[in-house]
Structure formats: structure tokens, C-alpha cells
């Protein structure tokens, strides 16, 4: 194996438990899999459960091809109830009497789907004049903060239970489903606190084929062994099919014949042999550009195939 290249690569589907953050998580599954270098793509608070897709290695190359896809939760609102940070490890600040109907709920749930502009908690991990808001938050300052664009694909209502509202949410990145709770309280004329959240998918990836930690403690081998590759990240994007010329020209950062891409569009290339080279741009005159390649793996051969196509020129 070549300098550099981690003998653990590609994707892992960690089902993160409670009590756990998602860099807590990452460095725990990181250790027991032996793996040098990765990444997680998308945290989930520590209260919070499900799908943490992890990167490893060449993966983390392309892991925003997963942060910047759409997610699903499952979340369980505590109507009549509202804390400081929105979610169960927030001080109640506020309480109120519970009196709608599932009907009711549900045309308010309706009213969320769309496009719309959200304001981040306070409890939260982005960065303002660089310092994180939880940091504020945890020293009793308020800052002003700037509504982002999200978009709520679909909502609906899973069971009432007295208070306990519980909802099924496909989302936009850069949502945060506590902030959506407090909102949705608030249109119900009640409040409403996130009491429970369990992500369901991650763009492509599904909860179902997640692993646990424990698995991963009792077969780090095995677990190693299942990761998926690097490419199922750029699922997603075009795929290009390259001839051996152009994927070894492309592999070393060398733009290539766009194919028919349109201009800005991503492009996942591929050798004949079916092996990912790398992630390219389509710019102006047809030519795609590398942005994320694979490392090599083996010292370059012979220019034979330029030698080849030199002969087949003269």
C-alpha cells in the first residue's frame, strides 16, 4: 500500500447512540477500526440518535457531497413546554396549556412544508464573529443571528399522545429540527420542545443499514472489511466514463472532455475498469476540470498510453 493511504477506507453507516457527539462518536469508531484519517458528515446533537454517516480516509475527500444532501428525522415534540436551548437539556422557560386537535395539528404541520427562512438557536454549533453560539448561549449572551434559507420537504404527523407529538421530517441541509419544534409550538398557540430525534436517512443512506458501536468493538475487522467505497458519496452527480487515456490524464489533474456536461455541473469520473478516479467542474469550452481526485495507489507505469496515442497519430 502506498505512503498516505489508510488501510480503512470508504463510508461507515454508525447508528450514534445517546450521550454521544458526533466527534465523540467519530474518534471512538476512528480507534477501534485503526483507521489515520476521518470525518463525519453532518453532526447530530448528543441527545439525538441515528444515521451518522462516517468517512475514512480517501472518502473524506468527498464527504460535503453528503452535507450538502437532504435528510429525514423522526422527532417527538413535548407540546405545551419550552426550553432555553429548544431540546431536553435546555432549562424550562416557559409552559402552556394543551388544547388542539389532530386536526389542527396537521394544517399546521402543512403550513411548514416549502421554502422558508429559519433563525439558528442560540444552542448551536455555527460560528458568529468566531465564536460558536452554544458559547454565548452557555455565558448568557444573546446575539443577533441571520435567517437562513431551508426548505421542509414533507412533514406529517406520526401519533398524538396526550402531549407528546410525534413527526416524521424530510429537510433541507442546515435545518435544525429543534428551532422547527419551537416554531411549530408557537403556531399552535401552545410551545413545543424537541423531546427526542432520531435521523432516518442521509441522502441516499438509510437507518436500516446502519451499524452500532458495539458491533464495531466486537468485529473491527469485519467492520473495516464492509465499508463502502469512496463513490457511493457522489451517487448523486453525473458519471462520466472514461477511456484509459483521459481517466489517467484526469487522474493527474489534467482536464478532460466534458462529455456533454452542462457548465458548472459536477461530474464523478470513472476508468474503464470501473475504478472512481475523482470528482471534476465543467468549464467554459466543454472541459471538465478536476476538483477532488483519488490518490494513487501504485507508482506510475510507463507513458505507454501516450506513447499509444502518439503512434496511432503519426
Known amino acids: 500500500m502506498a505512503p498516505g493511504v489508510d488501510a480503512c477506507e470508504g463510508v461507515l453507516l454508525l447508528d450514534k447512540p445517546a450521550g454521544f457527539s458526533s466527534t465523540q462518536a467519530l474518534a471512538r469508531a476512528k480507534r477501534l477500526l485503526g483507521a489515520r ?38 422527532a417527538v415534540l413535548e407540546l405545551g413546554l419550552e426550553t432555553t436551548s429548544g431540546d431536553p437539556e435546555g432549562e424550562v422557560t416557559a409552559r402552556g396549556e394543551v388544547l388542539v386537535s389532530a386536526q389542527r395539528i396537521d394544517e399546521v404541520l402543512a403550513s411548514f412544508v416549502g421554502h422558508q427562512r429559519q433563525t439558528p438557536p442560540m444552542h448551536s454549533a455555527l460560528h458568529v464573529n468566531g465564536r460558536r453560539l452554544y458559547e454565548y448561549a452557555r455565558a448568557g449572551e444573546e446575539v443577533e443571528r441571520t435567517p437562513r434559507d431551508i426548505e421542509i420537504h414533507s412533514i406529517r404527523r406520526l401519533a398524538l399522545e396526550g402531549a407528546r407529538l410525534s413527526v416524521a421530517v424530510e429537510c433541507s441541509k442546515g435545518t435544525y429540527i429543534r428551532a422547527l419544534a419551537t416554531d411549530i409550538g408557537r403556531a399552535l398557540g401552545c410551545g413545543a420542545s424537541l423531546s427526542a430525534l432520531r435521523r432516518t436517512s442521509v441522502g441516499p443512506f438509510r437507518l436500516e443499514g446502519a451499524t452500532s458501536l458495539e458491533a464495531i468493538e466486537e468485529n473491527p475487522g469485519r467492520a473495516c472489511e464492509d465499508l463502502m467505497p469512496p463513490e457511493a458519496l457522489v451517487r448523486g452527480i453525473a458519471r462520466l466514463d472514461a477511456s484509459a487515456l483521459e481517466a489517467k490524464r484526469f487522474g493527474h489533474g489534467q482536464a478532460i472532455a466534458a462529455g456533454g456536461g452542462r457548465e458548472g455541473e459536477e461530474v464523478a469520473v470513472f476508468d474503464p475498469d470501473g475504478r472512481f478516479v475523482g470528482v471534476g467542474i465543467v468549464r467554459s469550452g ?5 476538483l477532488r481526485l483519488m490518490a494513487r495507489t501504485a507508482p506510475d507505469a510507463p507513458d505507454l498510453l501516450e506513447q499509444v496515442a502518439e503512434n496511432r497519430l503519426k
Request: hydrophobic letters at 40%; zero cysteines; glycine letters at 12%.
Open 37 to 74: 484519517k476521518g470525518g463525519h458528515t453532518g453532526t447530530l446533537d448528543p441527545f439525538a440518535t441515528g444515521l451518522l454517516p462516517l468517512v475514512f480516509g480517501e472518502a473524506t475527500k468527498f464527504s460535503r457531497f453528503l452535507i450538502d444532501s437532504r435528510k429525514s428525522y423522526d
Open 286 to 290: 466543454a472541459l471538465l476540470a478536476p
